[in-house]
C-alpha cells in the first residue's frame, strides 16, 4: 500500500484515497477494503455504519493513517478495528 | 496522487452544476471533466512532452491542465506579453509540446520546434468531439511533475519552477473544504493564467465547487459589470487592477457590487492610499491580503478581514500598521526569519523569509533550492513583529549594501512616500566607488504638485533614518516601470539611476 492509491470499501460504496498510510488493515464497514471490489459483497458491521462522508480526510490518532473519501458509503472506516475521525481543513479566508 | 481527482471528486459530488462562466459560455464539472479526459487523448496522440498555454484566461486553461495531469505530462501556461525571442526561447525549452492558444504567433516564432499547436477554438472543440473512455484508459497516479511555470525573470533569467500534483494537492487539501462554497457563490477570476494565483485560484474553486467566472482581459469596468451580472461574491485582484477599479468609481462608473463578500489580494505592494479607498468604496466586503510566491504553490501567509477591519479602527499606530502588514503564516505552513548566516532571528529582526510544508516545492528544473531540512529561502527580506504578523521589505536581491551596512529599498521608500508632494518612490542600489554601492532614488511626483528640491528630501530622510539611507542621487520621472502583474521593476530603475 502507498500514497495515492484508491482503495474500494467491501461492505458498501465507500472509495477512499489514501494519503498516509503504515502497516495495519483499512476497513470499511468493518471489512477490509481493496483495490478491487470483491465478487460477493460483504456485511456491514453495525458498529462500522455510522457513514463516510465525500470530501472528508480521515485520521488515527497517531497521525500514521490519513484517508481522503473520494466516493461516499453507508460503511465508516476503520484501521485493525480501531474507528478513525474526521480532520477538518483549516480553511483560509478565500484568498484565491 | 494526481490533481485531476480534485475536478473528479467535484464531478462525482456535482456534475450538473455550473463550474465556470467565461465569454458567456456555461461549463458544468461534468463538462470539464469530460473535456479533460477529452484533452488526455489528443496529449497522448501528439506524444507531447509538455502542454503549454499561450492564451489569455479561457475554459482551455481548465482543461488543459487537467488533461496535462492525467497525461502525465507537466503543464506549463506561459506570458504571452513576453517579446517574441523570449517566447521562442521558452517554448524551445519545452519542445515537443502541445501548444494551444495564439496559433499564427506560435507557428511564426517556433513553427519548427516540432510542436503540435491549436488555436482555443479549435483545441475547445476536438477535446468536446473526443469521446472519453476512462474505464479503459490509465490515466498518470500523480507522482511526477504536475505543473511548470517561468519565473518573471525580473532580476535574472526565468527559472523553471516545478510544482509537483503533492505540492498543489497539499496546498488544497490543506486548506479548502471540500464542497464548501454555497451554490450561489462565483469567483472572478482575472490573474493571467501563466500566474501562480491564477492557477490555485481555479484549484480551490473547482475543490470547493464554487461557480468560476473568467475575465481573460481585465478592464475595470468590465471587471465591475461582471461583478453585477454574475453576481460574483469572491474576487482577487493585484494592486494595480484594484487601483484602477478604485480609480474607475471614483470616476463615476457605478454599478451595483452588493454582491461581493470576499476581495483578496497579492502579487505586489498594495500602497495604502488604494486599499484605505477600497475599504471606503466595498463597505460589505472582506478584504484578504495573500502572500506567495510560485515556488509555495501560492499563499503561505495572509492578512485576514478581520485584520483589516481592527487595523482601520484602531488609535494603537503599530495595530493600524498591520494594514501594510502581510499577516501571519497559514497553518500549514512553518515561516522563519533568517540572518545572513543561516541563524534564526526573533523578532522585529529583519533577515530572508524561509518556508517549509507539503506545498511548498522549491524546485527548479535545473535544481533544488530546499535546505536539508526542507526550507525555502524565499529571496524576500522581511520581519515578523511581536505578534507574529510579517512585515515585507523587498527582495533580499534588492537590499542595498553600502560600504559593509544592509539597508533595505523599502524602508527608505516609506519615508519619501510621507511627503505630500511624493506619489511613488524606488530607492536602489547605484554603484559608488567610496561604498561600493549607495542609495538612489527614483521619485514621481504627485499631481497638482512641484518636485520638492532635493536638499528637502534628503533632511526629510536623514530626519528619520541614518544619515547612511539618505539616497545620494534622486531623479524624477513620470511614472516607474511595473509589469503587468504589478511588480515594481528595479533593475530598469537601477538603469535609469545609473546614466
Known amino acids: 500500500m502507498k500514497p495515492g492509491t484508491r482503495l474500494k470499501s ?86 484565491d | 496522487m494526481n490533481i485531476a481527482l480534485l475536478l473528479e471528486m467535484a464531478a462525482e459530488a456535482a456534475s450538473d452544476r455550473v463550474a465556470l462562466v467565461c465569454d458567456g459560455k456555461r461549463w458544468t464539472y461534468g463538462d470539464l471533466l469530460d473535456a479533460a479526459r477529452g484533452a488526455f487523448e489528443l496529449i497522448q496522440e501528439s506524444e507531447a512532452e509538455y502542454v503549454a498555454l499561450l492564451d489569455e484566461s479561457s475554459e482551455a486553461a481548465v482543461i488543459a491542465v487537467f488533461g496535462a495531469a492525467l497525461a502525465g505530462v507537466p503543464y506549463c501556461p506561459l506570458n504571452y506579453r513576453l517579446p517574441d525571442a523570449d517566447l521562442a526561447a521558452l517554448l524551445g525549452r519545452v519542445a515537443p509540446a502541445l501548444v494551444v492558444g495564439d496559433e499564427e504567433r506560435i507557428t511564426r516564432i517556433a513553427g519548427d520546434q516540432g510542436h503540435t499547436i491549436f488555436s482555443r477554438e479549435e483545441f475547445t472543440l476536438k477535446v468536446q468531439e473526443t469521446v472519453p473512455e476512462p474505464d479503459s484508459r490509465e490515466y498518470d497516479p500523480g507522482e511526477g511533475i504536475a505543473i511548470q511555470l517561468f519565473t518573471s525573470g525580473t532580476t535574472a533569467a526565468p527559472k523553471a519552477a516545478i510544482l509537483r500534483h503533492s505540492n498543489l494537492l497539499g496546498y488544497i487539501l490543506g486548506t479548502v473544504e471540500f464542497a464548501s462554497a454555497d451554490e450561489a457563490d462565483a469567483a472572478l477570476v482575472v490573474v493571467p493564467p501563466y500566474h501562480i494565483a491564477g492557477i490555485s485560484a481555479l484549484m480551490s474553486s473547482i475543490y470547493s465547487l464554487r461557480k468560476i467566472v473568467m475575465l481573460p482581459n481585465f478592464s475595470p469596468e468590465g471587471w465591475l459589470e461582471l461583478v453585477h451580472s454574475e453576481a460574483v461574491t469572491n474576487a482577487f485582484v493585484v494592486p494595480t487592477m484594484l487601483a484602477r477599479i478604485v480609480d474607475a468609481m471614483e470616476k463615476g462608473v457605478t454599478v451595483n457590487t452588493g454582491s461581493l463578500r470576499a476581495i483578496a489580494y497579492g502579487g505586489g505592494k498594495m500602497p495604502l492610499e488604494v486599499i484605505h479607498k477600497a475599504l ?34 484602531s488609535d494603537d499606530p503599530k495595530v493600524r500598521a498591520r494594514l501594510t502588514s502581510l499577516g501571519k503564516p497559514i497553518p500549514t505552513v512553518e515561516m522563519q526569519i533568517r540572518g545572513e548566516n543561516g541563524e534564526v532571528l526573533g523578532p522585529n529582526e529583519a533577515g530572508e523569509i524561509y518556508v517549509r510544508g507539503d506545498q511548498v516545492s522549491g524546485e527548479y528544473k535545473e535544481k533544488s533550492a530546499l535546505d536539508a531540512e526542507g526550507w525555502f529561502p524565499t529571496r524576500d527580506a522581511g520581519y515578523m513583529d511581536e505578534h507574529g504578523y510579517l512585515f515585507l521589505s523587498g527582495r533580499a536581491d534588492d537590499v542595498i549594501v553600502r560600504g559593509g551596512e544592509n539597508m533595505s529599498p523599502g524602508e527608505i521608500e516609506d519615508v519619501l512616500l510621507t511627503h505630500p508632494a511624493i506619489a511613488d518612490a524606488c530607492a536602489c542600489a547605484i554603484p559608488s566607488v567610496e561604498w561600493g554601492e549607495t542609495v538612489g532614488a527614483a521619485l514621481v511626483t504627485r499631481e497638482g504638485h512641484d518636485a520638492p528640491s532635493e536638499d528637502e528630501l534628503k533632511t526629510l530622510v536623514r530626519s528619520r533614518l541614518r544619515s547612511s539611507r539618505v539616497p545620494e542621487k534622486i531623479r524624477f520621472v513620470d511614472e516607474l516601470p511595473y509589469n503587468e502583474m504589478g511588480k515594481l521593476l528595479r533593475r530598469k530603475v537601477k538603469e535609469v539611476l545609473a546614466n
Open chain 2, 280 to 313: 471606503e468604496r466595498f463597505p460589505g466586503a472582506g478584504f484578504t491580503n495573500a502572500y506567495g510566491l510560485t515556488e509555495t504553490s501560492s499563499t503561505v501567509a495572509l492578512l485576514g478581514p478581520d485584520d483589516h477591519r481592527e487595523a482601520l479602527a
Open chain 1, 10 to 95: 467491501a461492505a458498501c460504496d465507500t472509495e477512499v484515497m489514501v494519503i498516509r498510510c503504515a502497516d495495519g488493515q483499512i476497513e470499511c464497514g468493518g471489512a477490509p477494503m481493496g483495490e478491487a471490489k470483491p465478487a460477493e459483497a460483504a456485511p456491514l458491521s453495525s458498529d462500522f455504519s455510522a457513514g463516510t462522508l465525500m470530501g472528508k480526510r480521515y485520521v488515527d490518532a497517531d497521525g500514521k493513517y490519513e484517508l481522503l473519501c473520494v466516493k461516499p458509503g453507508k460503511g465508516s472506516l476503520s484501521v485493525d478495528g480501531v474507528a478513525l475521525v474526521v480532520k477538518d481543513a483549516k480553511p483560509l479566508p478565500a484568498s
